[in-house]
């Protein structure tokens, strides 16, 4: 940390607000519980209050930033929408309607949000969507601004980056169950919102609750600096590429002078690597991207809208804010290279990397969602992988196994306890941590143990500068103290729907049980009416595999059950409804390889 803390940008939060809603709750609609709420901003409202000591003081200041909410006027023609979702709308005014980029994460959100700007502004038709990353709060909300049959009717153009739709079933459905818990852990959700519990999530208060949808893009930007026109509005595109997951572009609008990053770039240190899991991003990527931004659209931009956090406005201190981000990630890049060809593995160079005297001093370098410790950490697995170089844990025995034989090799249960309360009176609650990690994890229903972690954690995660360090660390406080029983959140049928057909059978072989599928060999030909081709669904060794073509003669061999449908009733037969359609050969072929896919 730097000497004297950075000064909060509260000018700049602040700047151009017209208006909000009051109160500013938006109900989920689709929800059981009549009071449910897809979004309530009023929870936040104890961040207006001075700083207690359960809170660290600069995540403390730059929460209450992120709360603020309503509509924004950022330049003549752009309005942000913040603080109705973990990421920003913006709204770029063209000649005959509105451009809507990145519409929240839920449909509830987005039309408020779309609501709250025809307030002020007038009902001015949708024109265009720009999707601008592939989370699922840059795209999840679009039918609350944009009804499927209105874009289709009107050809509203969606745009989108390349590799867009495969991005999304990566970041969204491969490995949403495995991310699910650790989710919640990062965002607090089980969390109270006050000054004992979640205070946001560093780049925004909270992601939305209410539903998740998406409208396939129609017009993808497949090269940099791509120039169009919608609704004469002239937009530049600049790909973010290389990290090999996410589908990312930056946009230039250049009559209005201002430029729009979507991710790059926020009022934080982001996360070069989640806690709650995914690849971690080409870091190195995103610097050359930030300098060759500054080359395009440098000299000329005017007002900077992000996709999280406030903007920058005034030339010059956008190429300096830029340029210092670009500075930041290629500094976290090389030095941690550097340090690993020295032969330091990724724990021991988080534990001694420090940024620069220049970037400590800056309020958007501080590390409220991302951190140097995990970002390091990340970018040495990129390069390096799992293994950490030391033979002794090539082939540890699993956590649970391990802990039982350090608590055997200290003496027992309360041998460790007594280490534990040692080293929280040296000010290590780290070792503490990791010792009565083992103890709880060697006896799962030992009280002692299981109420002084939580303490420990609880003790870490009120110290936490980092915002989703505070929230994982209370979050398992939490529950070291209850049985887990937290409702997660699922994407909606809506999105599943706007997916290909491969997309579908992807998400099937990785829901597979293998080991139950072991010993089934058979195959399935599909031919989809409305999209006119077959897919052939193959399973043998307990490997799910599918092949199309143009025609079922296409396919070798014979299969033992043919389906001829529509997509969308073929989404409902996978989701296990029965519909009357032509088919023939043995139908328990169906039935048999639906009771192998996992929920």
Same mark, same amino acid.
């Given at each position: ?128 969507? *720009? $999707? ?21 009717? $009107? ?122 899991? =995914? ?40 190429? *300096? ?7 930041? $990630? ?50 040495? @697995? ?44 040296? =000010? ?78 992807? *998400?099937?072989?990785?829901? *597979? ?38 025609? @079922? ?29 032509? @088919? ?16």
């Amino acid at each position: 940390m730097p000497s004297d803390p950075p000064k909060p940008p509260i000018s700049n939060a602040t700047h151009g607000l017209v208006g909000t809603l009051k109160p500013c709750t938006i109900p989920s609609i689709n929800s059981t519980h009549p009071n449910q709420k897809a979004w309530n901003a009023e929870s936040y409202t104890f961040l207006d209050e001075d700083c207690p000591q359960t809170a660290n003081p600069t995540l403390w200041q730059q929460s209450h930033l992120t709360s603020i909410n309503g509509l924004f006027e950022v330049t003549a023609g752009v309005y942000q929408i913040r603080g109705f979702d973990v990421a920003n709308m913006t709204i770029i005014e063209g000649d005959t309607g509105i451009l809507v980029v990145d519409p929240l994460t839920s449909t509830e959100t987005a039309a408020e949000a779309l609501s709250l700007y025809r307030s002020v502004r007038g009902e001015r038709p949708v024109s265009a969507l *720009l $999707y601008t990353h592939s989370s699922i709060d840059h795209f999840g909300g679009v039918q609350g601004v944009l009804p499927p049959e209105e874009g289709v009717k $009107y050809n509203i153009p969606i745009i989108a980056p390349e590799g867009f739709m495969e991005a999304v079933t990566n970041e969204n459905n491969f490995v949403g169950n495995a991310m699910a818990r650790r989710t919640m852990f990062v965002y607090g959700s089980s969390l109270a919102r006050d000054a004992g519990g979640t205070v946001g999530c560093g780049i925004g208060s909270s992601v939305s609750t209410g539903c998740s949808s998406l409208i396939p893009p129609n017009i993808l930007v497949k090269h940099n600096e791509e120039e169009r026109v919608v609704d004469g509005v002239r937009i530049v595109f600049q790909l973010v590429k290389g990290d090999g997951v996410a589908s990312e572009m930056n946009c230039y609008f250049s009559v209005q002078r201002a430029l729009y990053f979507s991710e790059c770039l926020v009022q934080g240190l982001h996360a070069v690597s989640s806690l709650r899991g =995914g690849t971690a991003v080409d870091v190195k990527g995103w610097s050359r991207v930030l300098d060759e931004a500054l080359v395009l659209f440098g000299e000329e931009a005017e007002v900077l809208c992000l996709g999280h956090t406030w903007p920058v406005w005034g030339t010059e201190e956008i190429e *300096l804010v830029v340029a210092s981000q670009r500075d930041l $990630y290629a500094y976290l890049h090389d030095q941690t290279v550097r340090l690993m060809n020295r032969g330091m593995n990724g724990v021991e160079i988080a534990e001694v990397l420090d940024l620069p005297v220049g970037l400590q001093d800056t309020w958007h370098a501080q590390g409220f969602y991302g951190s140097v410790s995990q970002n390091v950490k990340g970018i040495y @697995q990129r390069y390096m992988g799992w293994f950490d170089g030391d033979a002794a844990r090539l082939w540890e025995h699993p956590p649970a196994e391990n802990a039982k034989r350090y608590v055997f090799a200290m003496g027992g249960i309360d041998k460790v306890i007594d280490k534990a309360e040692h080293f929280v009176h040296e =000010g290590d609650l780290r070792f503490a941590a990791t010792l009565l990690g083992h103890a709880v994890s060697a006896d799962p229903m030992h009280a002692e143990a299981k109420e002084f972690l939580a303490g420990v954690y609880t003790s870490l995660g009120f110290g936490a500068e980092n915002a989703t360090w505070r929230n994982y660390y209370l979050s398992a406080a939490q529950d070291l103290g209850r049985i887990p029983g937290l409702q997660t959140k699922t994407l909606g049928s809506g999105m599943k729907m706007g997916q290909s057909v491969d997309q579908w059978f992807d *998400l099937l072989a990785i829901r *597979l049980n293998g080991p139950k599928a072991g010993t089934e060999c058979f195959a399935i030909d599909v031919h989809v009416i409305d999209e006119q081709r077959w897919w052939r669904i193959n399973l043998s060794n307990g490997a799910l595999t599918y092949r199309s073509a143009l025609a @079922q003669d296409g396919f070798s061999g014979v299969s033992g059950l043919t389906l001829i449908l529509q997509k969308k009733e073929l989404f409902a037969v996978l989701g296990g409804v029965w519909l009357q359609h032509a @088919q023939s050969g043995d139908l328990g072929l169906l039935e048999k390889l639906l009771s192998l896919i996992e929920d």
